[in-house]
């Protein structure tokens, strides 16, 4: 069965460091997304994409936050500068249309 | 705002005991519903989903879930649990297609064998 994969599984930086968190949806979907889960807490939107765009962000998704779909297969999630409370497990996914989404392993990131 | 809340936080069972999760969204518009299973060290997987028609539906593993539009809830069931089980388990919902989705805070469930 496909899978969504996301590079690194970890991935530790320094705070106020760029870091670019990696993704490869599934090669027929059309819509990405990602999400992060703060330890304890629970599962958060971040950003939804599609068509080459933005089509929603949340409130966490500020302006230290970019994503990117760079060529036909990778999504990628930039922060530019790091602050602690970004620690936290992001996870990719991706969707058909009006199809459940499926989940990559996740990158677990480590501010110090 | 539109939100999903699970009722139990952790739950613990032993083998062969029957399984209820309490899962209820917030909006009473149409929705799409799902449950994700986290096994340890895995990514989220689908269990089940819910888009329209018979409100009783059948995933993978065993488990069910039951839409109540009138209680706005999804609870997931499992008439008899394994070790194998043990898992984090998060209800979701979503309002539009290709929309983001809203997660509860998920239930940890711990079989004993």
């Known amino acids: 069965e496909p899978e969504v994969t996301q590079t690194p599984s970890h991935q530790v930086t320094q705070m106020g460091q760029e870091v670019i968190l990696r993704c490869v949806p599934i090669?027929?979907?059309?819509?990405f997304y990602w999400y992060r889960q703060i330890l304890g807490q629970k599962v958060e939107f971040l950003v939804s994409f599609y068509n080459n765009e933005i089509s929603e962000k949340s409130e966490i998704f500020d302006d230290q936050f970019s994503v990117e779909r760079p060529d036909g297969s990778n999504f990628t999630l930039k922060i530019r500068s790091t602050k602690l409370e970004d620690s936290a497990m992001y996870f990719c996914a991706s969707s058909e249309s009006n199809q459940p989404q499926h989940f990559g392993d996740g990158t677990r990131l480590s501010i110090l | 705002a539109q939100s999903v809340s699970q009722h139990n936080h952790h739950v613990i069972l032993s083998e062969a005991a029957s399984l209820e999760l309490g899962c209820n969204y917030s909006?009473?518009?149409?929705?799409?519903l799902f449950w994700y299973v986290q096994y340890p060290g895995q990514h989220l997987q689908l269990l089940l989903k819910y888009f329209s028609g018979d409100p009783l539906v059948k995933g993978i593993k065993g488990f069910e879930a039951e839409f109540i539009k009138s209680k706005f809830s999804f609870n997931l069931r499992k008439p008899s649990v394994q070790w194998s089980d043990t898992a984090e388990y998060f209800c979701a919902c979503r309002y539009n297609q290709g929309g983001k989705l809203i997660f509860g805070q998920g239930t940890e469930l711990s079989v004993k064998p």
């Open positions: 090669s027929n979907h059309l819509y």
């Open positions: 909006y009473g518009g149409t929705v799409n």
